[in-house]
Each structure stands twice: as C-alpha cells, then as structure tokens.
C-alpha cells in the first residue's frame, strides 16, 4: 500500500491558504455601501438621498448627548454634542467641541490659547490639533477623543486636572 503521508503534508499548506484568501478578501473589500430605499415603502414617487449614510463614521447632522471619552477616559458628565454637515464635502459630518468642553481636556496653556474656533466660536475647528482622532459610538452614546499626551498639562490617568474639579456639594 502506497504512503499518501508526504502528499498529504506538501497539500495541507495549499488548502490553508486558499481558505484564508478567500476570508480576506471580504476583509479588504471596501466598496460603497448601497441601499435599496425599495424596504421605506414610501408613497409616492418620493426619492430619498441615501449616500451620506455610506461614509464610514457619518453622523446625522443634530444634537446628542453623549458621555465624552478623552484618551479612554470618561469625563464626570454628558454633554449636548451637534454635530454639522462638512462645508465642503455633505458626505462627512464633524462634531462640535464647545469652549467649556474643551476646557475639560486639561491643554496646555500655549495650546489652549492658539485654538481657533468656527461658528461664531462656539466650535472648535478641525484639523488644527494634529494627531487628535474623534469618533462617535452611538451604540454606546459616547463621543470617543484620542489627543496626543504631547497636547495635555497633565497626563496621570488616576487625577484630574484642575479644570475638571468643583466646589463641592453646597
């Protein structure tokens, strides 16, 4: 009787590679997410627009509360946060960081006082922070800020900076 071990040993490479291909490349597909509006059954001949929702991290342009993460860091209360439609591009949404909110993150003086703010300065523009990452977790109800040590006064992840403390209860 012949000896099929060697054969089975040179084959079973090839078979676990070919089954891994096949699982990545659904992995590095990033086409466009298409919807069929068919499933709103609206009436009429109304067309709804529903590209802006295909951008990864889109958010629906409103208010929302959410409980706000700095560096993986839950900051002591939520916050009414709007979120905007992109001036340039309508398929991206940005959100907007108040002056008191952004007081909480405990910056650095020299960085606190170059921040530029758009719509009449009530938020923060973006982009001028390099390196700070901003994501909403809706499913979570939380607005998740990754910003650069490098930005931050203090960096000890057990104290708050002095812009977060209170009075007390009076």
């Given at each position: 009787?012949?000896?099929?071990?060697?054969?089975?040993?040179?084959?079973?490479?090839?078979?676990?590679?070919?089954?891994?291909?096949?699982?990545?490349?659904?992995?590095?597909?990033?086409?466009?997410?298409?919807?069929?509006?068919?499933f709103?059954?609206?009436?009429?001949?109304?067309?709804?627009?529903?590209?802006?929702?295909?951008?990864?991290?889109?958010v629906?342009?409103?208010?929302?509360?959410?409980?706000?993460?700095?560096?993986?860091?839950?900051?002591?209360?939520?916050?009414d946060?709007?979120?905007?439609?992109?001036?340039?591009?309508?398929?991206?949404?940005?959100a907007?960081?108040?002056?008191e909110?952004?007081?909480?993150?405990?910056?650095?003086?020299d960085?606190?006082?170059?921040?530029?703010?758009?719509?009449?300065?009530?938020?923060?523009?973006?982009?001028?922070?390099?390196?700070?990452?901003?994501?909403?977790?809706?499913?979570?109800?939380?607005?998740?800020?990754?910003?650069?040590?490098?930005?931050?006064?203090y960096?000890?992840?057990?104290?708050?900076p002095?812009?977060?403390?209170?009075?007390?209860?009076?």
């Amino acid at each position: 009787m012949p000896d099929h071990s060697l054969f089975r040993l040179r084959i079973l490479p090839w078979c676990i590679a070919l089954a891994m291909s096949g699982s990545y490349s659904s992995v590095w597909a990033e086409d466009d997410i298409q919807f069929d509006s068919r499933f709103l059954e609206l009436k009429g001949d109304t067309k709804i627009d529903l590209k802006r929702f295909s951008s990864q991290g889109y958010v629906e342009p409103g208010k929302y509360n959410l409980q706000v993460q700095l560096n993986k860091q839950p900051l002591a209360e939520e916050y009414d946060i709007y979120w905007y439609a992109g001036e340039d591009d309508a398929s991206k949404s940005y959100a907007c960081l108040t002056p008191e909110l952004v007081a909480q993150f405990g910056l650095k003086e020299d960085v606190a006082k170059n921040l530029q703010w758009s719509h009449d300065a009530k938020c923060l523009k973006s982009g001028q922070l390099e390196g700070m990452e901003i994501k909403a977790d809706l499913s979570q109800s939380a607005l998740v800020i990754s910003l650069p040590q490098a930005y931050l006064e203090y960096t000890y992840p057990d104290w708050d900076p002095p812009s977060r403390w209170d009075d007390g209860i009076s």
